[in-house]
């Protein structure tokens, strides 16, 4: 059965009863004063007003919106992310599955937005890029944090936020245990990993890698049955580790297709720096094993 949408409401909102019996006169007295409740709520007067292109060409304001964009789901991902870890440190396994349900849908979106990055001409970007100086989205904090919240932990990525006001913030997810770490826990409590192949005492280094993790990591995947919950998880953290794999290929792909061998803003070589960094893999271990299962 096809449901009519409620006349002028949309995204799920209620709308004032019987519309359609509704003079104009009681419809006027039933809309609210000032910005309406979905505007308050979600404060979209704001979002809408961060926008202020520095150049007058036309590609330049969807630029700027996807970017916000891209902030905007990092900040989501890092919410779901932290809260996955935070399972896993609890044994809520089963939750945490549910999550990385959610979060992997995050990553999707996060995925399509090189689409309308990937249609900007090499002229058409040419028409501001010199407008945003040495601004580059190597300089996101968002996307720092959840590099190391996942367990790429170096701490030399954090120098170049020194004397942003979100220092402190990036300084304190290298110091906090990354997903991975805690997915390493639980396998040591699972007896599937002995304790001193644990994660290290120092969370500003990565994860503890190694024959060991890889061999724990083997155990689940050639008893499916027994290890139900733990084969899941690694099926799932493959998702989270398969989808950034994408993301940071197609952030490659779309650079040569607008730049070349240009060098990139903020201070990196561009394509090379971008090659070099799709080739990383997190949860290097499940990607390891599945060559000796």
């Not at 935070?86 to 090189?114: E, P």
Request: glycine share 6%; proline share 8%; with cysteine.
């Amino acid at each position: 059965m096809n449901v009519e949408p409620t006349p002028g409401c949309p995204f799920f909102a209620d709308g004032p009863s019987q519309p359609g019996n509704a003079t104009d006169n009681q419809l006027q007295a039933e809309l609210p004063q000032g910005p309406t409740p979905y505007v308050q709520y979600a404060r979209m007067d704001a979002l809408l007003a961060l926008q202020h292109p520095l150049s007058t060409a036309d590609t330049e304001p969807g630029f700027i919106i996807m970017s916000q964009v891209k902030e905007l789901l990092f900040k989501l991902l890092h919410t779901e992310l932290t809260t996955i870890r935070d399972q896993l440190h609890k044994d809520q396994l089963d939750d945490a599955l549910w999550t990385l349900r959610r979060s992997v849908r995050v990553q999707q979106v996060l995925l399509v937005c090189w689409e309308t990055f990937s249609v900007l001409s090499p002229v058409e970007f040419a028409e501001f890029r010199d407008f945003f100086g040495a601004a580059s989205g190597f300089q996101s904090v968002s996307y720092r944090r959840l590099e190391f919240l996942l367990g790429n932990k170096n701490p030399a990525m954090v120098e170049p936020h020194r004397n942003s006001p979100a220092y402190q913030e990036v300084l304190a997810q290298l110091h906090e245990p990354s997903l991975y770490d805690e997915a390493l826990g639980l396998l040591t409590r699972r007896g599937l990993l002995a304790p001193h192949d644990a994660p290290t005492g120092d969370p500003t280094q990565p994860y503890r890698a190694g024959a060991e993790v890889e061999a724990a990591w083997r155990a689940v995947y050639r008893d499916p049955i027994r290890h139900r919950d733990l084969h899941l998880l690694a099926e799932a953290l493959m998702d989270t580790a398969d989808q950034f794999a994408r993301w940071r290929y197609t952030h490659l792909v779309t650079v040569q297709r607008i730049l070349g061998a240009k060098p990139g803003t903020g201070g990196t070589s561009g394509v090379p720096w971008l090659a070099a960094i799709s080739e990383h893999r997190f949860f290097p271990e499940l990607w390891s094993a599945r060559s000796a299962l």
